[in-house]
């Protein structure tokens, strides 16, 4: 009965921040890069630390990243954007 409990209270949390725990963040804002705290449309959130960064049109040089098209210079290698011809 207790896991019960426990479950209909996660819900009713869920419920009464959905809205807010799911939206997207925009320009400048705080992102983690994950799906609960992600850049809106075409953002990608430049990491400074572990799960803190703002959302960018692109992530800069030294930051981490997934793919090229990630990276202001469109060069990301071993998940690190690096400047162009490097």
């Known amino acids: 009965m ?11 949390i869920f419920v009464a921040r959905g809205s807010a725990l799911f939206e997207c963040k ?17 953002l990608n959130c430049q990491l400074d630390g572990f799960a803190s960064g703002t959302c960018q049109l692109c992530i800069g040089n030294g930051y981490i990243c997934g793919v090229s098209s990630q990276c202001c210079s469109n060069n990301c290698q ?7 011809g490097q």
């Open 2 to 12: 207790s896991g019960y409990f426990i479950l209909f209270s996660l819900l009713t």
């Open 78 to 84: 071993w998940f690190t954007c690096k400047p162009i």
């Open 26 to 42: 925009t320009f400048g804002q705080w992102c983690d890069g994950t799906v609960f705290n992600r850049c809106c449309g075409s």
